[in-house]
């Protein structure tokens, strides 16, 4: 079961998204959520001091905002810094914590190359799985599991169900193949996990582009979340997403769980 989670705080982050799943967060039982003043997004440049400034204030209404929803909420919170601190502090801040929460930006902001980026960067200095939230927030119940019978994919599962430990979820593990025989045989893995620690879930193999099944499955069984086992494609000595993350990291109706 989770307890603390480094919640990141970035005024060019949908910060509506962050704040819905802190209160779902908040109710599944004794946690303490650290808010991370940050520049996830980078710093602004060429800027004057009063946009500076501006953007200062910005940082420190959406911290007054968090503090504000836990205490509502009667949820435990930490604030790690009284400014934004940058990406690399922030991750030496994040170590310890079980996971680390934040949103997509604000499209008409910022691009998601920064984003993308520093996920990257989060995923190569920082142990922790991470929770890029939607808006608006499902109901804590489906979670959906991209499965390939992949170390990355066991250590998703695995990981998520003993954070989430007590919570009635139910998982919907689905292998995208147009091999049959070769689907079944990924998928035992899954069923015994699922036996061993008695989980409520089923397991599904389907035919056809996975960013295509995964996409139209999450809609239609309201996914609170999906699950996903990074697979990093090293391209000139640099870690990238690759084609079925990155559609899924851009779609901001999709709460995304990512481990590697």
């Known amino acids: 079961m989770f307890k603390r989670?480094?919640?990141?705080?970035d005024p060019m982050l949908d910060c509506r998204a962050i704040f819905a799943a802190c209160k779902q967060l908040g109710k599944i039982g004794e946690v303490v959520l650290l808010a991370i003043p940050c520049l996830f997004m980078g710093k602004k440049t060429n800027v004057d001091e009063s946009q500076t400034q501006t953007f200062?204030?910005?940082?420190?209404?959406?911290?007054s905002d968090f503090i504000r929803l836990c205490a509502n909420a009667k949820i435990d919170y930490e604030i790690a810094s009284s400014t934004p601190l940058p990406i690399k502090e922030a991750m030496t801040t994040i170590q310890g914590t079980d996971f680390v929460l934040l949103a997509r930006p604000e499209q008409a902001q910022a691009s998601f190359k920064a984003?993308?980026?520093?996920?990257?960067?989060l995923f190569?200095?920082?142990?922790s799985p991470i929770l890029i939230s939607a808006q608006p927030q499902t109901q804590m119940k489906n979670v959906l599991v991209a499965w390939d019978g992949s170390p990355e994919a066991v250590r998703t599962l695995k990981i998520h169900t003993q954070l989430f430990q007590g919570t009635p979820l139910h998982y919907l593990i689905v292998l995208c193949s147009d091999d049959s025989m070769s689907a079944q045989t990924q998928l035992h893995s899954a069923a015994d996990y699922i036996a061993h620690h008695n989980l409520s879930a089923e397991t599904f193999a389907l035919g056809g582009e996975p960013v295509t099944i995964l996409s139209a499955t999450h809609k239609r069984i309201k996914a609170w979340q999906i699950l996903l086992g990074l697979h990093r494609r090293n391209i000139f000595g640099k870690k990238k997403f690759g084609k079925t993350s990155k559609t899924l990291l851009?779609?901001?109706s999709i709460s995304?769980?990512?481990?590697d």
């Open 56 to 63: 200062s204030n910005s940082h420190a209404r959406k911290i």
């Open 115 to 121: 984003f993308e980026k520093n996920i990257r960067r």
């Open 5 to 9: 989670v480094a919640v990141l705080v």
């Open 250 to 252: 851009r779609d901001p």
């Open 124 to 127: 190569i200095h920082c142990a």
């Open 256 to 259: 995304l769980f990512l481990y």
